[in-house]
């Protein structure tokens, strides 16, 4: 699915009330696009770069035209609003059982073959009640940093706040072993928690 479907009539209609032609101004910065994914390190895997660079080229624009403030808190609703429904479909939240096995297994084949598979992720642990894992390597963070918006790296780790929380959530709970453990807050690494809930 493009998720662009689903993330351009939001972006639209909240630009709306910053400005009084959207469809222009978002029309403007995909025919101007190509220069700026010219500026892209080619280290970058060209679908990591297919799927950020719009939004990071409708970021660099609304800024100017808007300031940074707002420009940052509308992409975070865009990038949220795409990043929850990307995560849904790849994780087949809708297809699958929600168990806490499916979601350990999914986690690992997402991280092979999803929009994380360029992501350098190690398991930690699996039991039956509790699921680690550490990501090393972010090419999200990597990227968005040598563009000079590290500031949009804790909005993808936002995605997955709300995404595992919502999974099951009077089952299992998600955390990162406390605030500031991952590598957009400088840290080496990000740590993955899940643990199932007690009951009674």
Excluded at 52 to 70: D, S
Excluded at 82 to 91: A, K, P, V
Excluded at 103 to 109: Q, V
Aim: net charge positive.
């Amino acid at each position: 699915m493009d998720i662009r479907k689903v993330t351009t009539p939001v972006l639209l209609h909240m630009l709306g009330s910053e400005m009084k032609f959207p469809f222009l101004f978002l029309l403007k910065c995909k025919l101007t696009l190509n220069g700026f994914k010219k500026t892209i390190d080619p280290r970058f895997p060209e679908e990591l770069v297919e799927l950020a660079v719009l939004p990071l080229w409708v970021y660099v624009n609304l800024k100017k035209k808007i300031g940074q403030k707002r420009a940052f808190e509308i992409m975070r609703v865009v990038i949220l609003t795409g990043g929850i429904s990307s995560w849904n479909l790849t994780y087949k939240a809708a297809e699958r059982e929600r168990s806490f096995a499916n979601l350990c297994d999914t986690e690992i084949e997402v991280n092979k073959l999803g929009f994380t598979r360029w992501n350098t992720l190690e398991v930690v642990e699996r039991t039956a009640k509790r699921f680690e894992v550490k990501v090393t390597k972010c090419l999200y963070h990597e990227l968005m940093t040598s563009l000079g918006f590290p500031e949009l790296t804790p909005i993808v780790c936002q995605i997955d706040n709300a995404a595992f929380n919502s999974y099951l959530p009077d089952k299992i709970l998600f955390n990162r072993g406390g605030p500031g453990h991952r590598i957009s807050d400088g840290k080496r690494e990000c740590n993955f928690i899940w643990e199932t809930r007690n009951e009674g």
